[in-house]
């Protein structure tokens, strides 16, 4: 793996292989960045923000992350606008694969990645963005059809919101909607049916991994998450039918806000045990139980899918579990190809996953980020 100019990181070069990587080092060191770069490569996008710029690191102009997963090579460069790197000053974001310029979705499914991180300790009790935004990732990475779908909604809801602030100030004429309509209706209905297909294939993991973790828990019911929707699809009626009937409902009312008003990008998950929503109800260990068990589905269906398993990303998230969902955790580790564990000490680690594992350290420095590991001469440039 290649970065430069990388967040904290003016160069780095290392081989990580086989079996759990475990990253250490102090806040702020350079631990989650070098995750962050992984899920780059695997999605064309950070987890951690919606601002490409905001990766390079201060000073450069251009960021670039490389790594090797099975055959293929990927490469992304974040180039920052208006820098000297930026075609005709305006700063963009350059894909490769094997050498050959590519789109962000056509990333998805090359490096199927699962992340774990501090931030979806909220997934219970969060937004609703947070929610679609995790299932949506791990959709795409199942069907990179379903990214594109994803995309073309998005487009044709920026179009419509346009169109429907400029019908609020008698600019355009409602006629006019018709244009819009007929792909957000395409493209709204393939990301439902797909979202409804998914949590349909996850409902027996889940429950599973939930019952293997918390068998107390499970004894009170099934873990499951529900499918919340302002434009529900009940047996026997098509997802398209639902969300036209349902936008001429809400017509009139779109107008006045100069916004669509329902459509997948209002729609929401529910973690329900035995019935009851959780996060009306739930302890914080049983919002973080909840939470392992859906990392824990993720990694089976993925793995299901072609009989591959994802690389699992865990940032700094022993702390937040208790000594039994760690052991559960640590075991699922051992069984992946590869993963990588993130942690300010390894004391919080499992001895028995510090055993099997490669550590690396990060160490915080003027010039850059450090990794110090195995093969530190080759491996590493400051």
């Known amino acids: 793996m290649t970065v430069r100019d990388l967040r904290g990181y003016a160069a780095l070069d290392a081989a990580f292989g086989p079996g759990p990587q475990l990253v250490w080092g102090p806040n702020a060191a350079g631990k989650t960045s070098l995750l962050e770069a992984i899920v780059l490569l695997a999605w064309g996008q950070s987890h951690r923000t919606s601002t490409d710029a905001e990766l390079i690191r201060w000073g450069a102009d251009l960021g670039r992350v490389e790594g090797t997963s099975g055959r293929e090579t990927i490469e992304l460069a974040v180039v920052r606008p208006g820098g000297p790197a930026a075609a005709g000053g305006s700063g963009r974001k350059r894909i490769r694969v094997n050498g050959v310029p590519r789109r962000a979705s056509a990333l998805l499914g090359l490096l199927r990645t699962v992340v774990f991180a501090p931030e979806e300790m909220l997934l219970v009790i969060g937004s609703p963005s947070l929610r679609r935004t995790a299932l949506d990732r791990l959709a795409a990475q199942r069907s990179p059809v379903y990214g594109r779908d994803l995309a073309m909604y998005a487009r044709a809801l920026q179009q419509r919101n346009s169109l429907l602030r400029a019908i609020r100030e008698e600019q355009a004429s409602r006629d006019e909607l018709v244009g819009w309509d007929e792909p957000l209706l395409e493209s709204g209905a393939a990301v439902v049916e797909e979202r409804l297909r998914l949590l349909a294939d996850l409902a027996a993991p889940l429950a599973e991994a939930h019952a293997e973790i918390a068998p107390d828990e499970a004894a009170a019911g099934r873990l499951v998450v529900r499918y919340a929707s302002n434009a529900p699809v009940q047996p026997g009626e098509r997802a398209r039918e639902v969300l036209a009937r349902r936008l001429r409902e809400t017509a009139d009312k779109e107008i006045w806000n100069g916004a669509t008003l329902v459509g997948p990008h209002r729609d929401d998950l529910v973690f329900e045990l035995g019935g009851r929503d959780l996060s009306a109800f739930a302890s914080r260990g049983q919002q973080r139980t909840a939470i392992l068990a859906f990392k824990l589905a993720e990694l ?83």
Request: aromatic share 4%.
């Open 300 to 382: 089976d269906l993925l793995a299901a899918h072609d009989g591959r398993p994802p690389l699992l990303l865990l940032d700094d998230v022993f702390s937040e579990l208790d000594p039994e969902r760690r052991a559960h955790l640590v075991r699922r580790i051992a069984e992946l190809p590869q993963a990588f564990v993130t942690t300010t000490t390894l004391d919080d680690l499992d001895p028995a996953l510090r055993a099997v594992a490669t550590t690396w350290r990060v160490e915080p420095a003027p010039d850059g980020a450090r990794l110090v590991g195995p093969g530190l001469s080759a491996a590493v440039r400051g």
